[in-house]
């Protein structure tokens, strides 16, 4: 899993991943795929600070 | 008026202006027409053809039409089979006696918050068409304001028909997730998306609501009495602009709230609703992504392409977060039964800006647009956005928020509510 907003840790999860999905990745598009994983990796970082517990079971369903 | 004759006079309403606001991409003026003469021969029969006979409406271009390629503002769609089927919020209102003359422009895939298509080009803002109409589904926004139509549908997965309904001058509505079919409207993130309406009036917005909502319309807490209201502080007090503030303020008093309450972990909410709609909408995506990425705009490809290499790890930590939410916001609805909140940080910025700079804080465009609406699409509660209007300024939305399956609440306050 890429974490940390570091791109130098993002790019080679963007190249390996691409190749594992069958994505096509030319330069251009890699950098800005890059950069959008960045700016989500910033806000997975902060998203996984959070300190949850094993009651935060996402399968216990909806209040609607 | 007779049912053609509406159709005719939304057919020539939107010839008139939609080459200047872009808000229509298809016209299905023949269909409409069809249906309009079923819709008077029956009146004529003496029958009733419902609370909506022969009031024409648009729906944004990611509906299913029966016969149509249902393109979803992009061109990565073409040539995909004809939808068998009209989408279930269209047969609902169409079931209402309403009629569907057209299709509108949005975000290619709905993956935005401005309606500046690649494609089709960007929807102008008819208060000021220098601006944008907000988005997704801006050409439903703007078609409403433009009175093309008294009602246009859209998505809201993250605000979609929040953001344009504030920045038009509309009502726009956010049911109870799963609280309006979705069936046969093109996905962004599964467990995220909805379906909702947009209108110039509270009446309006009663019918349509009702429409689409006719298992839930009878029977549902419409008495407004005794409510009690908290406004959200914190992260939903900054930045905003002066109008917006006033915005929220006016609300406020009319409602009587003297309360303000902090929302849970907001701006992790956000970042939640973020990295869901990113790992779902990437998974939708991924087959059209590997064969016609080409096909796709170059901004939504990119951001369609990091989508669908969103780790697991932090899809399932951000659904582990919403149940956390879910959780906590249990207490706030013991204490309160709508909350308000600004829908939009600002009014509608200008087409050709990048970036706006709101309270001294510079923010992208976009994004800005999401920033009170999307923590609140987490949390899968009804959400109506009200508009405001002050002389010589563009209007402004405020939000009310109520729980879980009260979004008949949400309608009743909005005709009590004419600012």
């Not at chain 2, 002050?390 to 979004?407: H, Y």
Request: overall charge negative; proline content about 6%.
């Amino acid at each position: 899993m890429a974490s940390a907003m570091d791109e130098s840790n993002i790019r080679p999860y963007v190249r390996s991943t691409a190749t594992l999905l069958n994505v096509a990745l030319d330069v251009g598009r890699e950098n800005a795929v890059v950069a959008v994983m960045t700016r989500l990796a910033a806000m997975a970082d902060h998203l996984l600070a959070f300190p949850l517990d094993a009651d935060e079971d996402p399968t216990s369903g909806a209040p609607a | 008026m007779s049912a053609v004759a509406a159709v005719t006079e939304a057919v020539d309403a939107i010839a008139a202006s939609n080459g200047d606001l872009k808000a229509v991409t298809m016209l299905l003026e023949e269909r409409a027409l069809r249906r309009a003469r079923e819709i008077d021969a029956a009146a004529a029969r003496g029958e009733r053809p419902g609370p909506l006979a022969g009031v024409p409406f648009l729906a944004k271009n990611l509906f299913d039409v029966e016969g149509v390629v249902t393109r979803a503002g992009s061109r990565a769609t073409d040539g995909d089979a004809p939808a068998a089927a009209d989408a279930d919020a269209i047969r609902l209102l169409e079931e209402a006696g309403a009629i569907l003359v057209g299709l509108t422009n949005m975000d290619e895939f709905a993956y935005g918050f401005v309606t500046q298509n690649q494609h089709d080009g960007a929807t102008r803002n008819p208060l000021d068409l220098a601006c944008i109409a907000g988005g997704s589904s801006g050409g439903s926004a703007a078609a409403v304001a433009a009175k093309m139509v008294r009602i246009a549908i859209g998505s809201d997965t993250n605000g979609s028909v929040r953001v344009p309904a504030a920045l038009c001058g509309l009502f726009g509505f956010r049911p109870t997730f799963g609280g309006i079919s979705k069936r046969g409207a093109f996905p962004l993130a599964y467990s995220l998306d909805t379906v909702g309406p947009l209108t110039r009036t509270a009446d309006d917005l009663a019918l349509a609501v009702a429409a689409l909502r006719p298992k839930a319309a009878m029977g549902q807490r419409r008495d407004v009495k005794g409510l009690r209201f908290a406004r959200l502080g914190g992260y939903f007090e900054h930045p905003v602009t002066p109008a917006v503030r006033r915005g929220v303020e006016r609300v406020c008093a009319v409602l009587g709230v003297t309360e303000t309450v902090e929302f849970p972990e907001p701006q992790r909410a956000r970042e939640a609703a973020f990295l869901i709609t990113s790992a779902e909408a990437g998974e939708t995506h991924l087959a059209r992504l590997r064969s016609r990425s080409d096909e796709y705009g170059d901004v939504v490809r990119e951001r369609l392409i990091a989508a669908a290499l969103t780790p697991s790890a932090w899809y399932a930590h951000a659904l582990r977060f919403r149940t956390w939410l879910f959780a906590h916001l249990g207490p706030l609805f013991d204490r309160y039964d709508v909350l308000v909140a600004p829908t939009t940080p600002c009014e509608a910025p200008p087409i050709d800006a990048t970036h706006v700079t709101i309270d001294g804080v510079e923010l992208e465009k976009g994004p800005a647009m999401g920033t009170f609406t999307q923590p609140l699409a987490l949390t899968q509660l009804p959400a109506l956005s009200v508009p405001v209007f002050s002389q010589g300024e563009k209007p402004v939305g405020v939000q009310l928020i109520a729980r879980w399956n009260e979004d008949e609440t949400l309608v009743a306050l909005a005709k009590g509510i004419a600012l």
